[in-house]
Protein backbone atom coordinates (compact mmCIF):
# COMPACT_ATOMS: atom_id res chain seq x y z
CA UNK A 1 0.00 0.00 0.00
CA UNK A 2 1.28 3.67 -0.88
CA UNK A 3 1.44 5.53 2.24
CA UNK A 4 -0.20 9.51 1.96
CA UNK A 5 2.37 11.53 2.37
CA UNK A 6 2.12 15.94 2.68
CA UNK A 7 3.60 15.92 -0.62
CA UNK A 8 0.80 13.70 -1.69
CA UNK A 9 -1.69 15.83 -0.06
CA UNK A 10 -0.02 19.23 -2.02
CA UNK A 11 -0.48 17.02 -5.35
CA UNK A 12 -3.79 16.30 -4.62
CA UNK A 13 -4.76 20.46 -4.55
CA UNK A 14 -2.73 20.76 -7.32
CA UNK A 15 -4.64 18.93 -9.61
CA UNK A 16 -8.12 19.35 -8.16
CA UNK A 17 -8.69 16.44 -6.26
CA UNK A 18 -9.94 16.50 -3.08
CA UNK A 19 -8.88 15.31 0.17
CA UNK A 20 -10.88 13.34 2.52
CA UNK A 21 -9.93 13.70 6.66
CA UNK A 22 -11.77 12.08 9.54
CA UNK A 23 -10.90 12.16 13.39
CA UNK A 24 -9.92 8.81 14.61
CA UNK A 25 -8.73 8.45 18.79
CA UNK A 26 -8.50 4.32 18.97
CA UNK A 27 -7.21 1.32 17.44
CA UNK A 28 -10.59 -0.25 16.02
CA UNK A 29 -11.93 2.49 14.37
CA UNK A 30 -8.62 3.85 12.50
CA UNK A 31 -8.25 0.19 11.52
CA UNK A 32 -11.56 0.79 9.79
CA UNK A 33 -10.99 4.45 8.66
CA UNK A 34 -7.54 3.05 7.55
CA UNK A 35 -9.00 -0.02 5.34
CA UNK A 36 -12.23 2.30 3.81
CA UNK A 37 -9.12 4.37 1.98
CA UNK A 38 -9.38 7.92 3.71
CA UNK A 39 -6.24 9.96 3.24
CA UNK A 40 -5.88 11.61 6.48
CA UNK A 41 -6.66 10.80 9.81
CA UNK A 42 -6.31 13.35 12.33
CA UNK A 43 -6.14 12.34 15.96
CA UNK A 44 -8.02 15.33 17.09
CA UNK A 45 -7.75 16.72 20.37
CA UNK A 46 -11.87 16.65 20.58
CA UNK A 47 -10.85 13.26 22.24
CA UNK A 48 -11.36 15.34 25.13
CA UNK A 49 -15.33 15.37 24.39
CA UNK A 50 -15.67 12.48 22.26
CA UNK A 51 -13.59 9.87 23.80
CA UNK A 52 -13.66 11.31 27.76
CA UNK A 53 -16.79 13.16 27.68
CA UNK A 54 -15.59 16.56 29.24
CA UNK A 55 -17.17 19.59 27.10
CA UNK A 56 -14.45 21.76 25.86
CA UNK A 57 -10.95 20.42 24.42
CA UNK A 58 -8.56 22.27 26.84
CA UNK A 59 -8.79 19.57 29.77
CA UNK A 60 -7.25 16.56 27.60
CA UNK A 61 -3.28 16.36 28.33
CA UNK A 62 -0.47 15.58 26.06
CA UNK A 63 0.02 12.38 27.78
CA UNK A 64 -3.08 11.63 26.73
CA UNK A 65 -3.03 12.33 23.35
CA UNK A 66 0.15 10.58 22.98
CA UNK A 67 -2.06 7.28 24.51
CA UNK A 68 -4.56 8.17 21.53
CA UNK A 69 -2.00 8.30 19.08
CA UNK A 70 0.09 5.83 19.49
CA UNK A 71 -3.67 3.66 19.32
CA UNK A 72 -4.18 5.12 16.13
CA UNK A 73 -0.85 4.73 14.59
CA UNK A 74 -0.83 1.00 15.22
CA UNK A 75 -3.85 0.38 12.78
CA UNK A 76 -2.40 2.63 9.93
CA UNK A 77 -0.86 1.53 6.96
CA UNK A 78 -2.07 3.75 4.74
CA UNK A 79 -3.35 6.78 5.72
CA UNK A 80 -1.11 10.37 6.77
CA UNK A 81 -1.81 10.54 10.76
CA UNK A 82 -1.30 14.46 11.82
CA UNK A 83 -1.88 14.95 15.93
CA UNK A 84 -3.62 17.67 17.72
CA UNK A 85 -1.05 19.54 20.42
CA UNK A 86 -3.32 20.26 23.19
CA UNK A 87 -4.21 23.34 24.80
CA UNK A 88 -1.10 24.58 26.47
CA UNK A 89 1.50 22.39 25.09
CA UNK A 90 2.57 24.86 22.59
CA UNK A 91 1.27 28.49 23.21
CA UNK A 92 4.00 30.71 24.61
CA UNK A 93 6.66 28.97 24.41
CA UNK A 94 8.29 27.80 21.40
CA UNK A 95 10.71 25.33 23.49
CA UNK A 96 7.88 24.10 24.86
CA UNK A 97 5.68 23.88 22.10
CA UNK A 98 9.26 21.98 20.14
CA UNK A 99 9.00 18.98 23.05
CA UNK A 100 5.79 18.74 22.98
CA UNK A 101 5.97 17.85 19.09
CA UNK A 102 8.85 15.91 19.76
CA UNK A 103 7.58 13.80 22.26
CA UNK A 104 4.40 12.97 19.71
CA UNK A 105 7.22 12.45 16.91
CA UNK A 106 9.04 10.29 19.06
CA UNK A 107 6.16 8.36 21.41
CA UNK A 108 3.39 8.09 18.70
CA UNK A 109 4.99 8.12 15.11
CA UNK A 110 2.67 9.91 14.02
CA UNK A 111 3.68 11.80 10.82
CA UNK A 112 2.33 15.63 12.02
CA UNK A 113 0.96 17.62 14.09
CA UNK A 114 -1.83 20.52 14.93
CA UNK A 115 -1.87 23.59 16.54
CA UNK A 116 -4.59 26.50 16.62
CA UNK A 117 -4.12 29.75 15.67
CA UNK A 118 -1.70 32.35 13.86
CA UNK A 119 0.39 35.54 14.10
CA UNK A 120 0.01 34.66 17.68
CA UNK A 121 2.05 31.12 17.83
CA UNK A 122 4.35 31.94 14.99
CA UNK A 123 7.37 31.42 16.96
CA UNK A 124 5.97 27.83 18.01
CA UNK A 125 5.24 26.91 14.58
CA UNK A 126 8.72 28.18 13.57
CA UNK A 127 10.55 26.16 15.89
CA UNK A 128 8.68 22.73 15.78
CA UNK A 129 8.96 23.23 12.15
CA UNK A 130 13.09 23.75 12.17
CA UNK A 131 12.91 20.53 14.02
CA UNK A 132 11.68 18.87 10.47
CA UNK A 133 7.99 18.39 12.14
CA UNK A 134 5.33 18.98 9.97
CA UNK A 135 2.56 21.37 10.55
CA UNK A 136 -0.99 21.98 10.05
CA UNK A 137 -2.36 25.02 11.13
CA UNK A 138 -6.03 25.44 12.10
CA UNK A 139 -7.84 28.68 12.02
CA UNK A 140 -11.13 30.22 12.58
CA UNK A 141 -13.00 28.59 14.77
CA UNK A 142 -10.23 27.48 17.46
CA UNK A 143 -11.82 25.53 20.06
CA UNK A 144 -8.71 25.91 22.32
CA UNK A 145 -9.83 29.41 22.35
CA UNK A 146 -13.76 29.36 23.04
CA UNK A 147 -13.32 30.58 26.37
CA UNK A 148 -12.12 34.25 24.46
CA UNK A 149 -14.80 33.75 21.82
CA UNK A 150 -17.58 32.35 24.37
CA UNK A 151 -19.92 30.75 21.50
CA UNK A 152 -19.44 27.97 18.84
CA UNK A 153 -21.03 30.21 16.16
CA UNK A 154 -19.40 30.99 12.94
CA UNK A 155 -16.26 33.21 13.01
CA UNK A 156 -14.87 35.32 10.54
CA UNK A 157 -18.22 37.46 9.83
CA UNK A 158 -16.89 40.45 10.15
CA UNK A 159 -14.54 42.40 8.03
CA UNK A 160 -11.51 42.84 10.27
CA UNK A 161 -11.49 39.21 11.56
CA UNK A 162 -11.67 37.86 8.01
CA UNK A 163 -8.48 40.28 6.97
CA UNK A 164 -6.77 38.84 10.03
CA UNK A 165 -7.57 34.89 9.21
CA UNK A 166 -6.31 35.86 5.69
CA UNK A 167 -3.38 37.26 7.11
CA UNK A 168 -3.10 34.22 9.24
CA UNK A 169 -3.44 31.94 6.47
CA UNK A 170 -0.21 33.55 4.40
CA UNK A 171 1.68 33.93 7.34
CA UNK A 172 1.15 29.56 8.26
CA UNK A 173 1.84 29.08 4.60
CA UNK A 174 5.29 31.41 4.25
CA UNK A 175 6.39 29.56 7.59
CA UNK A 176 5.99 26.73 5.87
CA UNK A 177 2.85 24.72 7.25
CA UNK A 178 1.94 21.68 4.63
CA UNK A 179 -1.90 22.41 5.04
CA UNK A 180 -4.66 24.49 7.07
CA UNK A 181 -7.86 23.63 8.60
CA UNK A 182 -10.29 25.95 8.53
CA UNK A 183 -13.19 25.79 10.58
CA UNK A 184 -16.65 26.85 10.90
CA UNK A 185 -16.32 30.33 8.71
CA UNK A 186 -18.29 31.67 5.73
CA UNK A 187 -17.80 29.42 2.65
CA UNK A 188 -16.63 32.82 0.57
CA UNK A 189 -13.59 33.43 2.99
CA UNK A 190 -13.01 29.99 2.91
CA UNK A 191 -12.74 30.15 -1.18
CA UNK A 192 -10.76 32.86 -1.13
CA UNK A 193 -8.14 31.50 0.99
CA UNK A 194 -8.51 28.39 -0.46
CA UNK A 195 -7.29 29.77 -3.58
CA UNK A 196 -4.56 32.54 -2.66
CA UNK A 197 -2.99 29.64 -0.61
CA UNK A 198 -0.81 27.21 -2.46
CA UNK A 199 -1.04 24.48 0.16
CA UNK A 200 -4.10 22.12 0.86
CA UNK A 201 -7.25 24.07 2.88
CA UNK A 202 -9.19 21.66 4.63
CA UNK A 203 -12.50 22.75 5.98
CA UNK A 204 -15.05 21.83 8.58
CA UNK A 205 -18.17 23.94 8.06
CA UNK A 206 -16.39 25.74 5.56
CA UNK A 207 -18.39 25.24 2.38
CA UNK A 208 -17.33 23.49 -0.51
CA UNK A 209 -14.42 25.67 -1.94
CA UNK A 210 -11.69 24.27 0.13
CA UNK A 211 -9.46 21.63 -0.65
CA UNK A 212 -10.77 19.05 1.50
CA UNK A 213 -13.07 18.39 4.22
CA UNK A 214 -12.47 17.07 8.05
CA UNK A 215 -15.19 15.48 10.24
CA UNK A 216 -15.30 14.07 13.78
CA UNK A 217 -16.16 10.60 13.43
CA UNK A 218 -18.57 9.83 15.64
CA UNK A 219 -20.45 12.53 14.57
CA UNK A 220 -20.84 11.63 11.04
CA UNK A 221 -21.18 8.07 11.93
CA UNK A 222 -24.06 9.00 14.12
CA UNK A 223 -22.39 7.24 17.36
CA UNK A 224 -22.47 11.18 18.92
CA UNK A 225 -26.48 11.83 18.85
CA UNK A 226 -27.23 15.33 20.20
CA UNK A 227 -24.29 17.30 18.14
CA UNK A 228 -26.73 18.72 14.84
CA UNK A 229 -24.96 21.44 13.22
CA UNK A 230 -26.08 22.67 10.11
CA UNK A 231 -22.27 21.45 8.97
CA UNK A 232 -22.58 18.20 9.83
CA UNK A 233 -23.90 15.40 7.52
CA UNK A 234 -24.35 11.97 8.99
CA UNK A 235 -24.03 8.97 7.06
CA UNK A 236 -25.52 6.88 9.02
CA UNK A 237 -26.81 5.73 12.61
CA UNK A 238 -24.48 3.59 14.65
CA UNK A 239 -25.64 4.82 17.30
CA UNK A 240 -29.01 3.49 16.72
CA UNK A 241 -27.53 0.55 15.35
CA UNK A 242 -25.68 -0.25 18.91
CA UNK A 243 -28.49 0.57 20.82
CA UNK A 244 -30.48 -1.96 19.00
CA UNK A 245 -28.04 -4.76 19.09
CA UNK A 246 -27.16 -3.81 22.76
CA UNK A 247 -31.14 -4.56 23.44
CA UNK A 248 -31.06 -7.50 21.89
CA UNK A 249 -28.48 -9.03 23.24
CA UNK A 250 -30.49 -7.93 26.97
CA UNK A 251 -33.07 -9.56 25.96
CA UNK A 252 -31.53 -12.63 25.10
CA UNK A 253 -29.39 -12.81 28.26
CA UNK A 254 -32.78 -12.13 30.43
CA UNK A 255 -34.58 -14.81 28.35
CA UNK A 256 -31.91 -17.63 28.69
CA UNK A 257 -31.57 -17.33 24.66
CA UNK A 258 -27.90 -16.55 25.01
CA UNK A 259 -25.60 -18.68 25.37
CA UNK A 260 -27.51 -21.59 23.59
CA UNK A 261 -26.22 -25.01 23.30
CA UNK A 262 -23.22 -24.27 20.33
CA UNK A 263 -21.94 -21.27 22.26
CA UNK A 264 -20.76 -23.17 25.10
CA UNK A 265 -17.74 -25.60 25.64
O1 LIG B 1 -10.00 18.04 17.19
C1 LIG B 1 -10.65 18.01 16.10
O2 LIG B 1 -11.53 17.15 15.89
C2 LIG B 1 -10.33 19.00 15.08
C3 LIG B 1 -11.11 18.99 13.80
C4 LIG B 1 -12.51 19.41 14.03
C5 LIG B 1 -10.47 19.79 12.75
O3 LIG B 1 -9.46 19.81 15.30
NA1 LIG C 1 -8.69 19.87 17.40
Request: hydrophobic share 40%.
Amino acid sequence: IKKVTTHQLAAMKARGEKISMLTAYDYSMAKILDASGIDVLLVGDSASNVMAGNETTLPITLDQMIYHATSVVRAVDRALVVVDIPFGSYQGSSTEALRSAIRIMKETGGHAVKVEGGAEIQESVKKILSAGVPVMGHLGLTPQSIYKFGTYTVRAKEEEEAQKLIEDAKLLEELGCFALVLEKIPSALAEKVAKELTIPVIGIGAGAGVDGQVLVVHDMLGITQDFKPRFLRRYANIGGIMKEAVQVYISDVKSHDFPNEKECY
